[in-house]
Structures are given as C-alpha cells and as structure tokens.
C-alpha cells in the first residue's frame, strides 16, 4: 500500500516537472504574468540593470502586479500599493502614459519599482543648481527632474546603490 502510494507520487512529480518546464521558461523570460504587456520590458530594464549592480531581481518571487489605468489625482504618474511583502502593486496613470516619453515613462516606472521592490522612500535632495539627485524625489519638492540620457546612467546606479 505504501509502496503504491510512493509510486504515484513520483508519476505526479515527473509529469509536473515534465509539463511545468515550457511555463517556467515563459516566466523566467520577465518573471512577470501579473505585469501589462505594456510596462513588461521597462520590468525586464530594471532587472538588467538591477542585475549590474549585483541585485537579483524576482518579479514573481516578490509578488510584483502592474496595470496602466486612470488614476485621477492631478499629476500623478504612478502609485506603488505595498505593505511591504505580499502586496506590491503598481499603477501607471494612463493619461500620464498616453502622452510620455520612453526616458519619462521609464523614470516614474523605475521610481514606482523603487517603493515596490526595492523598498526605497523619498529623497527630496538637490544638486546646487536644483537638479533631484535622485528619481526616488516626491515630486512635491523643489527639485528639478533631470531624467536624460546623458544622466540615465547616474539616476540608476543612484537607484540601486543608495539608501534613504
Ligand atoms: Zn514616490
């Protein structure tokens, strides 16, 4: 009896494991199924960079969900909803998205995922001509965005290097 049961354990072990292999790979290649197809490779940006600077990155491990939808609260780009473990949404505004550039998209999704994955809070600092010293500002401060690509490369070791 016991020997019998131990068999059709391993038979449903080796079919899963069988049939799983296609579906991890799908899901190694962003890790994120929950994501708009829209803001995947902005996701798969962050966890390439994320990468150079020794950080692994598991959208799906740390429960990662994102959409684009109206948000309807003035200027806001993006909201992060988290308490820190299980829930780790991200919404993009959409009148925001319809009108944004690649580099400004990428900003307000990389600050979003700063909350949401990378724990960071606000950080309101400035350069002495008025420049944020980094994307994780508020918004509401009196710090200029200077997101280009000449200081992309800047903004994002700030983003993976810094504390709060
Ligand atoms: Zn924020």
Known sequence: MFRSTLLFLLCIVFSFSCQSDPVVEDNSEASISDVSPLLAPYFKTFK???LEYDLVIDFSAVNVTAEIK???EGSVAGSCTTNGHDIRHIVIDQAFWNQASH????MVIFHELGHCVLGRGHKE???PNGICQSIMRS???TCRDAYTSENRDYFIEELFLAGN
Request: net charge neutral.
């Open 70 to 72: 109206s948000i309807n």
């Open 125 to 127: 600092t400035s350069f």
């Open 48 to 50: 390439e960079k994320a």
């Open 103 to 106: 580099l400004i998209k990428e």
């Open 139 to 141: 918004g509401l401060g």
